[in-house]
């Protein structure tokens, strides 16, 4: 099955900025990636999302910090973070909503791909 494999999380004080990565790996095409989180206690929720064309979306509450970014010749999704907050402290997740694996043989579609998950910590 194809990897997504965030990187770019740790800790950062309050203020500062961080760039979250997350690259999938073999030949793909990947419809829609997105950016979720989810703090202890909380449900997931949507960060942002961008299309493969370069459309985004976010979560009305953090538009004004975060950018969402990819390379598709990289098949990697970024997530740039500034002013950093401690309430933005939780754990990362990248997400493709469909994947069109190619590498080799026949080429499949893959639904709904989630990365492991990346912590980002921000302290005061």
């Known amino acids: 099955q194809v990897q997504l494999v965030e990187s770019g999380g740790g800790l950062v004080q309050a203020g500062g900025s961080l760039r979250l990565s997350c690259a999938a790996s073999?030949?793909?095409?990947?419809?829609?990636f997105g950016w979720y989180r989810q703090a202890p206690g909380k449900q997931r929720e949507l960060v942002a999302t961008?299309?493969?064309?370069?459309?985004?979306d976010y979560a009305a509450s953090l538009k004004d910090r975060f950018t969402i970014s990819r390379d598709n010749a990289k098949n990697t999704v970024y997530l740039q973070m500034n002013n950093l907050k401690p309430e933005d402290t939780a754990v990362y997740f990248c997400?493709?909503?469909?994947?069109?694996?190619?590498?080799?043989?026949?080429?499949?579609?893959?639904?709904?791909?989630w990365g492991q998950g990346i912590q980002v910590t921000v302290s005061s």
């Open positions: 997400n493709a909503d469909r994947l069109l694996e190619v590498g080799s043989g026949i080429p499949r579609w893959r639904y709904d791909c």
């Open positions: 073999g030949t793909v095409f990947i419809n829609v």
């Open positions: 961008i299309t493969r064309d370069g459309i985004t």
